[in-house]
C-alpha cells in the first residue's frame, strides 16, 4: 500500500491507468497481429480461394468470424451499423451460422426511422420491415438495438477441383429478437437458398483468354416465408464477381509488384423484392457494390460502397460505406477446426 501511494504521489495515478492501458492494447494488437500472420496457405476449390463477399452467402463450409462496420446515408436520415455472424463448420461439407446486427439509426425531426436496417440479407439485410418515411408524431422515439437473429445451414454438396465449381444448399432461418425500430422483424421469416461459386482457372492458358482465368462468380438465390402476421415473402438473389491477384500472379503470369499480389477488386449486384404480399408485391431493390478485398491466407479486409441502380433504391441508399474483417479462426487457432461430424 505504501508502496502504491507513494507511487501515485511521483506520478499522477491517472497516467498510470493509461500507461497500463495502452500497454494491455498494444499487447492485444501484437497478439493479433502474430496470428493473422502465422498461419499456413489454404484453397478453397483446387488452387481457387474464393473471397469472403459481403452481402453473398458463398458455398464453402468454413469456420469464420465476419464483422461488418457500415455506414449509409438515405432519404431524411443516416445509419451507423454493425453486422456480425460466426460460421462453425460441422463436418467437411456441412455448417451452421448464427449473424445479427447492432444498429443506430437517425432520421432528421419529423420523419419515420423504422426498419432502415444498411445490412446484409445472409447478415440480416432485411428490406421488407420498412415503411415509408411519413411525418410522425414526437412522441413516437427511435431507439438503437440489434437485429433479426439468423441461424443458416449450409451443405456444399458438389465440388469440382478441375472446373473450380462448388454448390451448396441450405436454409435460411430469421427471428424476431431485435427491435423492431432498430430494422428488426416482427415475425419469423425462413426460406430455403442456394449458394454456387465458380472460377474461371479451366480457361485456356494462352493468348488474352489467359487473363481472364483469375476471375470469379459467386452468387445465392433465396425465397422467404414469412410465418406470420400479413403475407410478405421475399426473394432474394445476389452476385459478386471478383478478380484474384494472386492467381494471376501464381497461376498466369508473374509481375514483380509485391503491393498489390493480395488485392482483389469485385463488385456484388444484390436484388431483393417482397414478390407476394397482402396486396401486392414491392418494387424491386437493385443495387451494386464495387470494392477491393485485401486477402492473406487467414483474414481478409474489405472496402466498398453501396450505388443504387433503379429509382425505387434510391431513396434508401444515397451513399454508403461498408467495411469487413474476416477472420478464419480455423487458420488463426487450429483447434477451431475441430469436427464432430466426418
Known amino acids: 500500500m505504501f508502496a502504491a ?16 492501458r ?13 496470428l493473422l500472420n502465422s498461419a499456413d496457405a489454404r484453397a478453397q476449390v483446387g488452387h481457387r480461394n474464393f473471397i469472403e463477399p459481403l452481402i453473398v452467402q458463398d458455398p464453402n463450409p468454413s469456420n469464420e468470424l465476419d ?14 451499423s454493425l453486422p456480425f455472424s460466426l460460421e462453425k463448420q ?16 437517425s432520421c432528421d425531426n419529423g420523419f419515420v426511422c423504422d426498419g432502415i436496417a444498411p445490412e446484409r440479407r445472409g447478415r440480416v439485410r432485411s428490406r421488407h420491415s420498412r415503411r415509408r418515411r411519413l411525418r410522425i408524431l414526437r412522441r413516437e422515439q427511435v431507439l438503437s438495438g ?21 454448390l451448396a444448399v441450405g436454409s435460411d432461418l430469421f427471428l424476431p429478437a431485435g427491435n423492431p425500430t432498430a430494422g428488426g422483424n416482427t415475425h419469423t421469416h425462413v426460406g430455403p437458398i442456394i449458394m454456387f461459386a465458380k472460377g474461371f482457372g479451366d480457361l485456356p492458358n494462352r493468348g488474352l483468354v489467359r487473363y481472364l482465368r483469375p476471375l470469379a462468380l459467386q452468387g445465392d438465390f433465396e425465397y422467404l416465408f414469412r410465418t406470420g402476421g400479413t403475407t410478405a415473402d421475399d426473394t432474394i438473389a445476389d452476385w459478386d464477381i471478383s478478380y484474384s491477384m494472386q492467381y494471376l500472379d501464381d497461376y498466369v503470369e508473374h509481375f514483380d509488384f509485391p503491393a498489390a499480389r493480395n488485392l482483389a477488386p469485385f463488385a456484388e449486384f444484390t436484388y431483393e423484392q417482397v414478390v407476394r404480399a397482402r396486396y401486392a408485391g414491392t418494387v424491386p431493390d437493385l443495387a451494386v457494390l464495387p470494392g477491393v478485398a485485401y486477402v492473406t491466407n487467414s483474414w481478409q479486409l474489405s472496402v466498398a460502397t453501396a450505388l443504387a441502380l433503379n429509382r425505387g433504391t434510391v431513396q434508401y441508399e444515397h451513399s454508403a460505406v461498408i467495411t469487413m474483417l474476416s477472420l478464419t479462426l480455423d487458420q488463426l487457432i487450429p483447434s477451431t477446426g475441430w469436427t464432430p461430424f466426418r
Open 5 to 20: 501511494a507513494y507511487s501515485c504521489r511521483r506520478v499522477p495515478c491517472g497516467r498510470i491507468h493509461r500507461i497500463r
Open 22 to 34: 495502452y500497454r494491455l492494447v498494444f499487447k492485444l494488437l501484437a497478439t493479433l497481429w502474430w
Open 67 to 80: 464483422l461488418l462496420p457500415e455506414w449509409m446515408r438515405f432519404a431524411h436520415g443516416q445509419a451507423y
Open 90 to 105: 460441422l463436418s467437411p461439407d456441412f455448417s451452421v451460422q448464427l449473424g445479427s446486427a447492432w444498429n443506430d439509426p
Open 146 to 166: 440489434f437485429t433479426d437473429l439468423e441461424v443458416l445451414t449450409k451443405y456444399a454438396f458438389f465440388m469440382s477441383p478441375e472446373h473450380e465449381v462448388r
